[in-house]
């Protein structure tokens, strides 16, 4: 590949009308699910894992094979990298082989580092830092049930994480007012110039969306979860939510901490459509970042 790479590593880097034009072609891929356009035919995604996925692995893999590519998937203690093979020479040699690399990867910088050597596309499909893909797919079905992100109130409940700062992220691109309500003592993780709160039920009231994820990221097993207990997103924030509103988690869920069984399984819970909306959200990532210089699709 030649001339500008189109990597998709964080949403900031890559400018709100690309993003909106992306989303608004996983729209239209979604559309056409049943007759996916052969625009991969001939071109091969790497995937890379150092931590377990079921979403982002499958819908990545579901994606590209739709839309007539090819998939290899990597995870940790398969491959050279992570031993001897250092991060450049890894990157370099998966860029003779793929046309894009796919990677999930808890040191943000690693990826970073990968994205810098490698002369291919590379997609962020998660760091301890971030998760641009799912927030892709998030706005992407908060479209569907709510029209537009565009002021819709965003409340996100329990831990500041990955998940958490993508939505960060978006919101100053998509335009949605963000509040924060999270433990007291995790008040100085949040990032300056946004909005949170220690009362759950101020997060909650008027709101549009009500989005949460598990209080023990991968990597963080034996975590306590005693403080997070009060921002668990039950029936009783629901009622305060406005008509209408719905309840996202980019799952998966730890039954039943951070939502409560019957939140999870309401009518407004659209997890499923969400998790759905990964395959339709990465197949127009792929698309945007293959379109790139060099690669032209058929
Ligand atoms: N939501 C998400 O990224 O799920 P996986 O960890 O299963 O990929
Ligand atoms: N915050 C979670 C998201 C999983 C999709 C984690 O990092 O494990």
Redesign the pocket.
Known sequence: MTGDIRHFINLPDIGADTLKGIIKHAHALKAEKFQPPQIMEGLSLAMVFDK??????VSFDVAMKQLGGHTIVMSKGEMQFGGAESIESTAKVLSRYVDCIMVRMSDDDKLLELAKYSDVPVING?TDKS?PC?IMADIMTIEEKLGSAQGKKIAWFGDYNNVCQSYIDASAIFDFDFIMALPEDLNDNVPSGVSFTNDAKIAAKNADVLVTDTWVSLGQEGKDIQKFLPYQVNSELMTLANDGAIFMH???IHEWEEVSEAVAKSPASVIYDEAENRLHAQKAILAWCLDGAGVKLR
């Open positions: 377990l996925s079921t979403r982002t692995r998660m998760h799912q980019c799952l998966p």
